[in-house]
């Protein structure tokens, strides 16, 4: 009888041990769902710290289908992925500029490549001047809107971005335009998320600017647009801090008119900027492929996404600034 007891006593406490293993395996899970980071920050890609990783990732992680619109591809580990979806059965297609503005083999070696594995490619429509949209769709689900091209530069020391997108609505338009883009169709999108060129940027561009109250940061490969140029002298008049943020060459008589104006202006000796970013009043963050040039906004296709998520723009603003110290020193 005692030993019964014994034993009963003993596979009490082992089950007590189990459980408390039990709940604290539940805890620590439950603690570690809390305190990984926001999705809306991993949903920021920083170049160039991040590297290829990202779209390396996103390749991998589609099943079915993979889209993309791409001005410049010269990297040798991204054509090699794309090549690696196809044979692993995904349906892929990449539509590509076929002659880059002032570098017209750039992307020779990507197609050479593409065509002999036999992927599917296309070119850009006549309609556009250059197709300079940097857009990744992963099983019509998901986008990856991007400033960067897929080069081996972009990864070195290019300030750049991209935005991943699983919105329903919004990727459903943008894989509607590429369709079309591909099809050589029109497409008229609709999304207020979404930044067309040339159908519809230089409207929610200039509407971002005019209706700023207290700041706007930017990121600016290329500033020669008049109307860009006009709306950003304004907003600095009328007592908006603005910071321009830039590298290379003063863009010359508009460089004068803009600090006359008030506009900080700065070049980044650190980082070459090819990112193309309007940060405003911390409430809004515009990113994507659309330079400040009237060619941009208004002749080639190009695409930028409107964020107003607050982890995505604390994180653009806190970049920014850090890129905005560094290069006063």
């Known amino acids: 009888m005692l030993n019964v007891l014994v034993r009963k006593t003993l596979w009490l406490l082992m089950l007590s041990a189990r459980a408390r293993k039990i709940l604290s395996a539940a805890v620590m899970a439950l603690f570690s769902l809390f305190t990984l980071p926001t999705l809306a920050a991993a949903l920021l890609i920083v170049e160039p710290e991040q590297g290829r990783q990202p779209i390396l990732d996103a390749l991998k992680q589609a099943h079915t289908s993979v889209d993309l619109a791409m001005y410049g591809f010269t990297d040798p580990e991204l054509m090699q992925a794309f090549i690696q979806a196809k044979e692993q059965g995904k349906a892929v297609r990449i539509l590509l500029q076929h002659y880059p503005y002032r570098n017209i083999d750039e992307n020779a070696p990507a197609i050479h490549r593409f065509s002999a594995s036999h992927l599917n490619l296309t070119f850009a429509p006549s309609t556009f001047y250059l197709l300079h949209q940097k857009t990744l769709l992963l099983d019509q689900h998901k986008a990856l809107v991007l400033s960067f091209n897929f080069t081996r530069s972009a990864f070195k020391n290019e300030r750049n971005f991209g935005l991943v997108i ?11 335009v590429f369709n079309a883009d591909w099809e050589n169709k029109k497409a008229a999108p609709h999304s207020p998320q979404l930044i067309w060129s040339p159908d519809n940027s230089r409207e929610k561009i200039l509407s971002l600017i005019n209706n700023a109250k207290s700041e706007l940061k930017v990121y600016a ?7 860009v140029v006009g709306a950003l002298a304004a907003a600095a008049r009328r007592g908006v801090q603005v910071r321009l943020l830039t590298s290379g ?10 600090q006359r104006a008030g506009v900080q202006l700065t070049l980044d000796k650190r ?23 009237q060619p941009s906004l208004d002749k080639n296709r190009e695409l930028s996404v409107l964020a107003n998520d607050p982890a995505i723009i604390n994180q653009l603003v806190d970049i920014f600034d850090a890129d905005w110290t560094s290069s006063q020193s």
């Open 249 to 258: 060459s003063q863009p010359g008589k508009k460089w004068d008119y803009l």
């Open 166 to 176: 699983d919105d329903p609505e919004q990727v459903q338009e943008i894989q509607r």
């Open 221 to 227: 490969q290329g500033l020669t647009d008049y109307q």
């Open 271 to 293: 980082l070459v900027i090819h990112a193309k970013v309007l940060l405003a009043d911390k409430k809004a963050a515009m990113l994507g492929s659309i330079n400040f040039t």
